[in-house]
């Protein structure tokens, strides 16, 4: 009897170890098709066979150097952040469900061509693959990765147009049935803290007449928080050669260039999210809205979301509502309300991918008709020397009769979206006779001087854009550009003007020069004002005094015009009472003596780069090693920003966003590129490419870009196949 139990057992084993067996296989023999060779950056440049193959060593690349990373960005995206963190962000899991079930998420890639199944599988096999082989490495949540979770994360920016739904709002609703009054803004989405620092980026497009070579040129330097994008490049012999930046977990990509073309993405503010105010009653015992002479059934449905308390895994389970309009994610007053978003991941993913393959302006601009990138503008770049501009992509059509800025009426069919506009119909720039594109984030009616689109010619919510400091620190860079080189670029990149104060510090002067009762003590302090170039640099005192100023001037000063952007912190240096400006000086001036002893403090002893661990929620000590940088903030109109705070516990502030990928890029005959990276390519502290572009990144000392084969093999410090490094 114990023999034929035993043989039972053994039947049964070998039963389930096929599948296993095949899997583990079929990934050993799609890594043979795969070769990750690391340059002496640690920069993967991963070659497959197929374009499947090298994304299934992309995956597999990005997981060695960050999996952490890797995993919470689909940790949050499929809604199953409160497993990692709790409780509190159950409303951040309920408002990703409400926009895709996994039923959904499964259905879409069930529907997708094959050729992006092929990739979507790729992507899942590259993780889990890195997980088969680096058993010591432990998932906090994903202990397994699916071909569907693409389908969560199908733009380019991680968080993108849903972030603008406040979970707190889904909260009020689904857990209270209760209803907030709308922002200041006449609606209920988020908004960014005035106070915070500008997240975004920067892109400019150089044609050959600004050229020393007489190619375009592209300037790549997303704005985002540090570690938020490796640098990868990655290969096939099916077409692909895409160098620049991918988000965490994605499998294209984002912002970056191939050998014929460069595309680089900033955060729009076009209004392409919309509020539908439903008339919801029930009728039958069953829940009903209102549209047009119809009452039509409201889609109910549940969702079950687990979250960690403590060493325990427990449950909820909610209600999840929709109309046409799509999901209801608040109340106003006794209606609910619906937030309806782009949501089209497999054109999305579509789109995202092909991109990177593109040859020809004409194919680009075929591309951006899918018109799925919704939270983006697009600045680009070719080898045949053309340069381009799109403000935004994805806009829907809407009656001008209705102010969509607000909630409108669901039950009105005239409100409803009518379709989307075609490229042909939206805000773009083709080869301006300026010879020059940018766009900081800013209103693009200034992207090209005189030759910019003209406001009056579109709807209001094609361009809500205001003008930032750093658009205007743009244009008056690129109107004197001329013989660019690479480092000439990068030089511009990195001019250290400080348009933001050209009216605060000499309204400050005037206010103490003019004032009867000034504050003698002030003086030293107002003379090095006086005497200061607007330009920030590690050994500026002026700097750090401005910081100080404009800082606490933006916290304290009155704004009795509810002025905004440019527009305010100009009213400080020109309209506002000198014995404010005064009384505010002074108080920061104490400020920086207490956290430094003296005004007199040069700017890089305040403002610091720090890496300490490879932790996602980062932490900094005053008394550990730091370097001084004297990039400044974008809120001053900084070009090439350095996003720094007090952190708990610190008084020197140290740099958490801004520049953090940034490339040049030559579109020649061959492509030539350079690039920095902030801190390193690598997650892991005891990686040599953890720190080593740290100091390279303070001084702005860019490094070539190996894009060719035969460069990559001369810079090659590792070569391997996954699962194969020594």
Same mark, same amino acid.
């Given at each position: 009897?114990?023999?034929?139990?035993?043989?039972?057992?053994?039947?049964?084993?070998?039963?389930?170890?096929?599948?296993?067996?095949?899997?583990?296989?079929?990934?050993?023999?799609?890594?043979?098709?795969?070769?990750?060779?690391?340059?002496?950056?640690?920069?993967?440049?991963?070659?497959?066979?197929?374009?499947?193959?090298?994304?299934?060593?992309?995956?597999?690349?990005?997981?060695?150097?960050?999996?952490?990373?890797?995993?919470?960005?689909?940790?949050?995206?499929?809604?199953?952040?409160?497993?990692?963190?709790?409780?509190?962000?159950?409303?951040?899991?309920?408002?990703?469900?409400?926009?895709?079930?996994?039923?959904?998420?499964?259905?879409?890639?069930?529907?997708?061509?094959?050729?992006?199944? #092929?990739?979507?599988?790729?992507?899942?096999?590259? /993780?889990?693959?890195?997980?088969?082989?680096?058993?010591? @490495?432990?998932?906090?949540?994903?202990?397994?990765?699916?071909?569907?979770?693409?389908?969560?994360?199908?733009?380019?920016? /991680?968080?993108?147009?849903?972030?603008?739904?406040?979970?707190?709002?889904?909260?009020?609703?689904?857990?209270?049935?209760?209803?907030?009054?709308?922002?200041?803004?006449?609606?209920?989405?988020?908004?960014?803290?005035?106070?915070?620092?500008?997240?975004?980026?920067?892109?400019?497009?150089?044609?050959?007449?600004?050229?020393?070579?007489?190619?375009?040129?592209?300037?790549?330097?997303?704005?985002?928080?540090?570690?938020?994008?490796?640098?990868?490049?990655?290969?096939?012999?099916?077409?692909?050669?895409?160098?620049?930046?991918?988000?965490?977990?994605?499998?294209?990509?984002?912002?970056?260039?191939?050998?014929?073309?460069?595309?680089?993405?900033?955060?729009?503010?076009?209004?392409?999210?919309?509020?539908?105010?439903?008339?919801?009653?029930?009728?039958?015992?069953?829940?009903?809205?209102?549209?047009?002479?119809?009452?039509?059934?409201?889609?109910?449905?549940?969702?079950?979301?687990?979250?960690?308390?403590?060493?325990?895994?427990?449950?909820?389970?909610?209600?999840?509502?929709? &109309?046409?309009?799509?999901?209801?994610?608040?109340?106003?007053?006794?209606?609910?309300?619906?937030?309806?978003?782009?949501?089209?991941? @497999?054109?999305?993913? &579509?789109?995202?991918?092909?991109? &990177?393959?593109?040859?020809?302006?004409?194919?680009?601009?075929?591309?951006?008709?899918?018109?799925?990138?919704?939270?983006?503008?697009?600045?680009?770049?070719?080898?045949?020397?053309?340069?381009?501009?799109?403000?935004?992509?994805? /806009?829907?059509?809407?009656?001008?009769?209705?102010?969509?800025? $607000?909630?409108?009426?669901?039950?009105?069919?005239?409100?409803?979206?009518?379709?989307?506009?075609?490229?042909? #119909?939206?805000?773009?720039?083709?080869?301006?006779?300026?010879?020059?594109?940018?766009?900081?984030?800013?209103?693009?009616?200034?992207?090209?001087?005189?030759?910019?689109?003209? $406001?009056?010619?579109?709807?209001? %919510?094609?361009?809500?854009?205001?003008?930032?400091?750093?658009?205007?620190?743009?244009?008056?860079?690129?109107?004197?550009?001329?013989?660019?080189?690479?480092?000439?670029?990068?030089?511009?990149?990195?001019?250290?003007?400080?348009?933001?104060?050209?009216?605060?510090?000499?309204?400050?002067?005037?206010?103490?020069?003019?004032?009867?009762?000034?504050?003698?003590?002030?003086?030293?302090?107002?003379?090095?004002?006086?005497?200061?170039?607007?330009?920030?640099?590690?050994?500026?005192?002026?700097?750090?005094?401005? %910081?100080?100023?404009?800082?606490?001037?933006?916290?304290?000063?009155?704004?009795?015009?509810?002025?905004?952007?440019?527009?305010?912190?100009?009213?400080?240096?020109?309209?506002?009472?000198?014995?404010?400006?005064?009384?505010?000086?002074?108080?920061?001036?104490?400020?920086?003596?207490?956290?430094?002893? &003296?005004?007199?403090?040069?700017?890089?002893?305040?403002?610091?780069?720090?890496?300490?661990?490879?932790?996602?929620?980062?932490?900094?000590?005053?008394?550990?090693?730091? /370097?001084?940088?004297?990039?400044?903030?974008?809120?001053?109109?900084?070009?090439?920003?350095?996003?720094?705070?007090?952190?708990?516990?610190?008084?020197?502030?140290?740099?958490?966003?801004?520049?953090?990928?940034?490339?040049?890029?030559?579109?020649?005959?061959?492509?030539?590129?350079?690039?920095?990276?902030?801190?390193?390519?690598?997650?892991?502290?005891?990686?040599?490419?953890?720190?080593?572009?740290?100091?390279?990144?303070?001084?702005?000392?860019?490094?070539?870009?190996?894009?060719?084969?035969?460069?990559?093999?001369?810079?090659?410090?590792?070569?391997?196949?996954?699962?194969?490094?020594?």
């Amino acid at each position: 009897m114990k023999k034929l139990l035993f043989l039972l057992f053994i039947s049964i084993l070998y039963s389930c170890q096929p599948k296993a067996t095949d899997e583990v296989s079929q990934w050993e023999a799609q890594a043979e098709n795969v070769q990750i060779i690391r340059d002496d950056f640690g920069v993967p440049h991963i070659y497959g066979k197929t374009d499947a193959d090298a994304v299934f060593g992309l995956l597999y690349a990005q997981c060695e150097d960050d999996f952490a990373r890797v995993e919470r960005n689909y940790v949050w995206a499929t809604g199953r952040l409160a497993e990692m963190e709790g409780e509190d962000a159950l409303y951040s899991d309920l408002r990703a469900r409400l926009y895709m079930t996994v039923e959904e998420a499964k259905a879409a890639y069930d529907a997708s061509p094959k050729w992006l199944q #092929e990739l979507c599988d790729a992507y899942a096999d590259g /993780i889990n693959y890195y997980l088969h082989t680096h058993p010591e @490495v432990q998932p906090k949540v994903l202990t397994r990765f699916e071909p569907w979770f693409p389908m969560f994360f199908s733009e380019g920016s /991680i968080g993108g147009d849903i972030e603008s739904i406040s979970t707190r709002r889904v909260k009020s609703f689904y857990e209270n049935d209760q209803s907030l009054a709308l922002t200041e803004f006449g609606d209920g989405l988020t908004h960014p803290d005035p106070y915070e620092e500008p997240k975004g980026s920067n892109g400019f497009a150089i044609a050959g007449q600004h050229t020393a070579s007489g190619d375009a040129m592209l300037l790549i330097n997303p704005h985002t928080s540090f570690y938020f994008r490796p640098e990868v490049h990655v290969v096939s012999e099916e077409g692909l050669n895409a160098y620049g930046a991918v988000t965490w977990g994605q499998f294209f990509v984002y912002q970056g260039f191939n050998d014929r073309m460069g595309w680089m993405h900033t955060s729009t503010a076009v209004d392409f999210i919309d509020e539908f105010v439903e008339e919801v009653s029930e009728v039958d015992g069953k829940l009903k809205y209102k549209y047009g002479e119809e009452m039509r059934d409201v889609q109910v449905s549940e969702v079950t979301l687990k979250y960690k308390e403590g060493n325990e895994m427990k449950e909820r389970t909610f209600p999840m509502y929709r &109309t046409h309009h799509g999901p209801v994610t608040h109340k106003l007053d006794d209606k609910w309300v619906v937030t309806k978003i782009n949501w089209d991941p @497999v054109n999305a993913l &579509t789109q995202s991918y092909t991109r &990177t393959k593109l040859k020809t302006n004409e194919e680009f601009r075929k591309m951006m008709n899918i018109r799925t990138n919704s939270s983006n503008n697009t600045v680009y770049a070719d080898a045949d020397g053309n340069i381009a501009y799109y403000h935004g992509n994805f /806009i829907p059509k809407r009656d001008p009769q209705f102010d969509y800025s $607000k909630p409108v009426d669901g039950s009105n069919p005239a409100t409803d979206w009518q379709g989307k506009h075609t490229v042909d #119909e939206v805000i773009t720039i083709f080869n301006p006779a300026n010879g020059w594109i940018q766009n900081c984030n800013s209103t693009p009616f200034t992207a090209a001087l005189e030759f910019s689109p003209k $406001k009056e010619d579109y709807p209001v %919510y094609m361009a809500p854009d205001e003008e930032n400091f750093r658009g205007v620190h743009a244009v008056k860079v690129l109107k004197e550009a001329k013989d660019l080189t690479l480092d000439g670029l990068i030089e511009l990149a990195y001019d250290p003007y400080l348009p933001a104060f050209e009216k605060l510090i000499p309204g400050l002067v005037e206010a103490y020069d003019k004032s009867a009762n000034k504050n003698a003590d002030l003086k030293p302090a107002i003379e090095v004002l006086r005497n200061w170039d607007l330009r920030t640099s590690k050994e500026s005192v002026a700097m750090s005094m401005a %910081y100080y100023y404009g800082s606490l001037y933006s916290r304290m000063g009155k704004n009795p015009e509810r002025l905004s952007g440019n527009e305010r912190v100009d009213y400080y240096g020109t309209g506002s009472p000198y014995s404010e400006r005064l009384e505010i000086f002074e108080a920061s001036i104490k400020e920086l003596e207490a956290d430094f002893g &003296t005004w007199n403090t040069p700017w890089g002893e305040i403002n610091r780069f720090q890496r300490l661990s490879g932790d996602i929620d980062l932490k900094y000590d005053d008394n550990k090693e730091s /370097i001084a940088i004297g990039m400044a903030s974008a809120r001053w109109g900084a070009l090439a920003s350095f996003g720094a705070s007090k952190k708990p516990g610190t008084n020197r502030i140290y740099g958490s966003s801004g520049n953090s990928f940034v490339a040049v890029v030559e579109f020649g005959d061959k492509v030539k590129a350079k690039s920095i990276l902030a801190g390193g390519q690598s997650g892991d502290p005891a990686s040599p490419h953890f720190y080593d572009q740290a100091q390279r990144y303070a001084d702005a000392e860019f490094k070539d870009v190996a894009y060719y084969k035969e460069d990559v093999e001369a810079r090659a410090a590792e070569t391997y196949k996954p699962g194969k490094r020594k």
